[in-house]
């Protein structure tokens, strides 16, 4: 029967059966797949390198097409300890990690995601300490993600219907292809649309244009802030119609 090795990082673990557990690596040679791991009674198990937001050396087995492979072994790579012993930090990361698990499908592999996912969860422990850097790069590794699936429109601050270009004070919607102004808006007929102001809009087309920790230093306003928070959780929620689970906790932090 065919092995497999693979870094991965673990997304979700739930319970099967008395004795097993499905776990859902999120490895970096075949993208999401799910594992039935027996729970063993040796004291040699090491229970932590199937935990959640863990970066380890998976190695599984099964038939070419089964759609559940069978549980070898795992070797941890980096635990990310200080993700699981910070309620803020473990709040961003299973966030983050819930969108991944059902925005990506299984078996279908992507390197970029992977690296956004990995560099994600160790940028987060490096700025630990720093509040506004850490919601920055949730914002730009969100907006990565979503690019490298195909559901985000580019932001810019350009009514992408007239042409004018979005000023000051004025309300702003953003719908599935772009920016709209409040004139337009009225003449269509759009099925999600988030309003936003046009500082978020500034914002937005920033971290759209961002590298990883290049625009860590932008100092963003509480209300784009919850703006820009609301807007993106938008983008997954029209996606996938799903809420998130652990938004309502996570929320309170952003404000
Ligand atoms: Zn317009």
Do not use: W
């Not at 000023?167 to 409040?182: A, S």
């Not at 625009?215 to 820009?228: F, V, Y």
């Amino acid at each position: 029967m065919p092995l497999y090795t693979s870094e991965s990082i673990i997304l979700k673990t739930s319970d099967f059966s008395e004795n097993k557990r499905i776990v859902i690596f999120f490895t970096e040679k075949k993208g999401k797949v799910p594992v039935v791991v027996r729970k063993s009674k040796s004291k040699k198990f090491n229970f932590a390198a199937i935990e959640p937001t863990t970066l380890c050396r998976v190695t599984y087995f099964g038939k070419e097409n089964v759609q559940l492979f069978r549980f070898s072994n795992s070797e941890i790579i980096n635990y990310y300890l200080p993700l699981k012993s910070s309620l803020t930090l473990l709040n961003y990361s299973s966030c983050f990690s819930e969108i991944i698990l059902y925005l990506v499908r299984d078996f279908d592999p992507n390197k970029y995601i992977f690296e956004t996912y990995k560099n994600f969860l160790k940028s987060l422990i490096e700025f630990k300490d720093e509040s506004n850097t850490i919601n920055l790069i949730f914002f730009i590794s969100l907006i990565q993600v979503y690019k490298s699936i195909g559901i985000y429109s580019e932001i810019n601050d350009l009514c992408h219907m007239c042409k004018i270009k979005i000023d000051g004070n004025k309300k702003v919607f953003i719908v599935e292809r772009g920016v709209v102004c409040n004139e337009c808006i009225k003449k269509g007929n759009y099925y999600n649309k988030s309003e936003v102001s046009a500082s978020s809009i500034m914002f937005l087309k920033t971290l759209g244009n961002s590298k990883f920790h290049v625009s860590t230093k932008l100092n963003i306003n509480p209300q784009s802030r919850r703006e820009i928070f609301d807007y993106l959780i938008s983008v997954y929620k029209n996606y996938t119609n799903r809420e998130i689970n652990s938004l309502k906790v996570f929320r309170e932090i952003i404000r």
